[in-house]
């Protein structure tokens, strides 16, 4: 299960995530996702990882597409640093490989 919170402040829209990144919830957040975009004016979107117990490849390719989207994480616990940390890593030798 995910629950997926939305913090509305003058700066940002925060997603707070707690739970399992993985199928079926991984398209939740996709949808969540997509309207937190709209309306976001000046401010950013930002997704909180803090209470992420597990993140499945589904899961980890949707942050990778945050991630080169622009979205903001915060609030990371050691395991979704780990995840984030390899992501940018994948992302960056696409880069270099193009």
């Known amino acids: 299960m995910l629950k997926i919170s939305v913090v509305e402040s003058p700066n940002q829209r925060r997603l707070v995530l707690e739970g399992k990144l993985i199928p079926p919830w991984t398209a939740?957040?996709?949808?969540v996702c997509e309207e937190a975009r709209e309306n976001?004016?000046?401010?950013?979107?930002v997704v909180d990882l803090k209470?992420?117990?597990?993140?499945g490849q589904k899961g980890e390719d949707l942050l990778a597409?945050?991630?080169n989207e622009g979205?903001?994480?915060?609030?990371?616990?050691v395991f979704a640093k780990h995840v984030l940390r390899q992501?940018?890593?994948?992302?960056r030798a696409q880069l270099d490989h193009t």
């Open 65 to 67: 597409v945050l991630l």
């Open 28 to 31: 939740e957040l996709e949808s």
């Open 87 to 91: 992501l940018a890593r994948r992302a």
């Open 51 to 55: 209470d992420v117990s597990v993140i």
């Open 71 to 77: 979205v903001k994480f915060r609030g990371c616990g």
């Open 40 to 45: 976001l004016g000046a401010r950013e979107l």
